[in-house]
């Protein structure tokens, strides 16, 4: 078995998995209080509550598993991409007990657990088109095997989850902002603004956020202190309904492309926290059916970040015998497909 941490944005989390692929815990702490203030992520303060945290964590990870150090054939930890002071602290705590519990360290990238969960929820076989959707990410990639990735597209700005939680920002709906958004979009009219849809029936699948963004902005402007509660509803059901519609046309396109590597159908698998989406679910269903593609959604408390993701990750990476030496770096940029072509403004995110 093997323990999994994640420290790379704003959750602490720290899980035991089985190489059957039974989740014998699974602990996952989020920082969401410490960040409702600033209405995002703070680094610096993401990077001391990890600190904070972690090893009492690991400590509860552990005793619900009812398992000692010694039993661990492994410590996985994200060594990458994310923010750097959090990774820092799991990846370091990580190599202290692969010290002494004189196990290997595996350093996962956190967009490979993201990617690879599918396969403990339902054992996916490879390949398999993933649509990675998170704050921090929004990617669509060929999964041909451990390791080995295919960018179709990423984005060349904002991540989706990070559009949704500044449109929550902006309509004053709270922290974090997807599920925010999701509720008072479910009382209002998608159809009232008429918002941009970036990149649509454009070639390819780069994804684009932030005209969306300003376009929200300047509508809410528009509405001035006088907006009522009807109006705010409407703007965030028309936005989600511009970002879903955005993300299908995307996902159209990946789907021809991947249809050309596997004609018998498939599987579509979604990750990240804005898997969490009803209407985008209802979307990817109709979709997928349409086209006689599976459909894969792993649990919202799997799809969002957490060790579990992590501690597999390390079981598929030590299965094919690739651990890491205990000098490994963390990473604030680790793009899966090393051969796609960087993403100019998107950072660590693409
Ligand atoms: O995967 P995740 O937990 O962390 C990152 O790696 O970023 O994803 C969190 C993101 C946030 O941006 C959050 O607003 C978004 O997922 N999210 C949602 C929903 N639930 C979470 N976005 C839209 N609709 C939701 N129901
Ligand atoms: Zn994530």
Request: proline residues 5%.
């Amino acid at each position: 078995m093997v323990l999994g941490l994640e420290s790379s944005c704003d959750e602490t989390a720290a899980a035991v998995v089985t190489a059957e692929g039974d989740i014998l815990s699974n602990i996952v702490l989020s920082q969401t209080e410490e960040h409702a203030p600033f209405g995002g992520v703070v680094p610096e303060i993401a990077a001391r509550a990890h600190v904070t945290q972690m090893d009492r964590l690991v400590g509860l990870a552990m005793n619900k598993a009812g398992i000692g150090y010694d039993d661990l054939s492994a410590v996985a930890a994200t060594a990458g991409p994310g923010l750097i002071g959090g990774v820092l602290v799991g990846l370091m705590t990580a190599k202290a007990i692969a010290v002494v519990a004189e196990a290997p360290l595996i350093g996962v990238n956190h967009l490979e657990g993201h990617a690879l969960t599918a396969r403990l929820t339902d054992k996916v076989a490879f390949p398999y088109l993933l649509l990675l959707v998170s704050g921090g990410h929004s990617q669509l990639l060929i999964v041909e095997g451990v390791g080995k990735y295919r960018r179709l597209g990423t984005t060349i700005d904002d991540a989706v989850g990070e559009a949704f939680d500044k449109t929550a920002k902006m309509l004053d709906l709270g922290f974090p902002g997807g599920p925010a958004v999701e509720r008072w979009a479910a009382k209002g009219n998608a159809d009232r603004f008429d918002l941009p849809r970036p990149l649509k029936g454009r070639e390819g699948c780069n994804f684009s956020f932030s005209g969306l963004k300003t376009a929200v902005r300047q509508t809410r402007e528009k509405l001035g202190p006088a907006a009522t509660d009807q109006d705010i509803a409407d703007l965030a059901a028309s936005f989600q309904k511009a970002a879903v519609d955005s993300l299908m046309d995307r996902v159209a396109n990946a789907l021809d492309q991947f249809a050309e590597v596997t004609p018998s159908g498939g599987t579509l698998v979604v990750a990240g926290g804005v898997a969490a989406n009803r209407y985008l679910k209802e979307n990817l269903e109709i979709q997928t059916a349409a086209r006689g593609v599976r459909l894969v959604v792993p649990p919202a408390k799997l799809c969002t970040d957490n060790g579990a993701m992590i501690a597999w990750a390390g079981l598929e990476r030590f299965r094919l015998g690739l651990t890491d030496p205990l000098d490994l770096a963390a990473r604030a940029r680790w793009p899966l497909d090393p051969d796609a072509k960087p993403a100019p403004f998107a950072g660590y995110k693409a």
